[in-house]
């Protein structure tokens, strides 16, 4: 992974899900030393051997602790679920280099947010709040981001000799963080209306009808191929995007606006995710079975 013809930097990821996956495989291959991972679930005695397996076929070096993955870091990405942005900032602060840029992934509140760039400034890091504004995958390390703060200029160059698309958006944590909260009022909560609609209409007995009523409706929507989409992100990652829902409810609410949309959207997100069934084939029939004979 070099950078421009210069020394390798040495880069942290806290968390190690979808998301650092999808960025590390982007990146050419580089020396696994100079990679550390640090991901909670290395604490647990039950989930420590799957993480260790993980780290081991990235390439990275896995370590124990949140100061073990800062040794020497320059740049750390940290990408946990939205619940645990700050106190992962808190847990790192004590060993950050200084001038470390600090981009915070996560999908979480503008004053979350805020909060977290405090702790990383007092520790003498450089805070960097970061959107990802599309699924990581298949675009890996190429997926659009939105970035905002005091640092931002300085994080983008530094993004971008890792091959990655930055786009700057203002000079103030929450800015990049505002425009993605937002968005998932629509985005996720489309998702949650699918389920609330499509999964009704099957029970009834009437989802033919009431699909061939939506696309006479609004036509440039596909919306079966759309439900069985929506539906399998909601079964796959709807704890996280619960997570999510949830900071989106907390901007709503700084914003002195009413969230019952995005609180509810929160709860059909966990409810999806918490069935216990597997997204099976792309159809929406059988996507609706499974989750039916669950709920």
Known sequence: MAVDGEMTPRVAFFGFGEAANAFLSGWAPGDPARITAYDIKT???????????????????????????????????????????????????????????????????????????????????????VAVMSPVHPKRHLVPLKIAGPHAEDGAAALRKFDMRPEVVGDKV??????????????????????????????????????????ASDPDIAWRK????????????????????????????????????SAASAEWQDQVANAGVTAGQDDLFDRMDRLLSRL
């Not at 100061?67 to 950050?96: C, K, R, W």
């Not at 600090?102 to 503008?110: E, G, K, Q, R, T």
């Not at 209306?193 to 009704?200: G, I, K, R, V």
């Not at 704890?239 to 009413?258: F, I, S, Y």
Request: negative net charge.
């Open 43 to 129: 604490d647990d005695p039950e989930t420590a051997p799957a993480m260790q397996s993980r780290f081991a076929q990235a390439g990275v070096t896995g370590v124990a602790t949140p100061q073990a993955a800062l040794v020497d870091a320059q740049y750390i990405f940290s990408v946990v679920t939205a619940d645990q942005a700050l106190a992962v900032a808190q847990s790192a602060s004590g060993g950050l280099m200084p001038g470390a840029l600090w981009f915070d992934c996560n999908s979480c509140a503008p004053e979350t947010k805020r909060r977290a760039a405090e702790v990383i400034e007092a520790a003498g890091g450089r805070y960097v709040d």
């Open 174 to 215: 929450g800015q990049a963080s505002s425009i993605k909260m937002i968005r998932s009022v629509m985005i996720k909560g489309l998702e949650a209306l699918t389920a609330e609609c499509f999964l009704a209409a099957r029970r009834a007995g009437v989802e033919e009808e009431v699909l061939a009523s939506l696309e």
């Open 226 to 261: 759309r439900g069985s989409y929506n539906l399998e992100r909601m079964i796959v990652h709807g704890t996280r995007r619960a997570a999510e829902m949830r900071e989106v409810a907390v901007t709503l609410g700084d914003l002195g606006l009413p969230n019952h949309m």
